[in-house]
């Protein structure tokens, strides 16, 4: 039904905005669409179990077609799951609670970000101590942050919003 995508699509149209590209990663693929998507020019990438999204993007090769997409001018907006496949790997989304339900080995995702990115953040110390592992491990920041935190990166600079915790390397 599109629930979620339709109330994202209210709140956009409350700023101006026409979001008419929904992209499904898993059970409505529709490759013809797809051919669309480098006109358009905002994606929004929504949120779900993220090792499901990554599953269905690389069994796809769109993690190719995305960075295209972005060196063209195109915006991807990433909530939650969709946040999490722009960056280097999706080895944060066992921080938010995601399950590897359909037990992928490579984690690796389109890498449009040089940071990793945790959304829901609690405040607790397992979650900072997980992500510190990660940060260390991948010799890479986390951002951990509230669903009140955003980033925006914008011609490599980056602006947030709220109080994301960023842990280093």
Known sequence: TRYFHTKTQAFYKTT???LDCYIDFESGYNESFYQEVPGKPIVHLSGGNTYRFLQGMQQRNLETKLRQYVQNGGVLIGVSAGAMLLTPSIDTA???????????????APGL???????????????????????IMHKRSVFLCRDSDSLIISNGQITTFGSPQVLTG
């Open 16 to 18: 101006g905005i026409n």
């Open 113 to 135: 970000t040089e940071f990793h990115y945790s959304p829901h953040y609690r405040g607790n110390t397992k979650e900072q101590a997980l992500a510190k592992q990660l940060a």
């Open 94 to 108: 066992e921080i938010c609670g995601d399950t590897n339900q359909v037990n992928i080995s490579n984690t690796k």
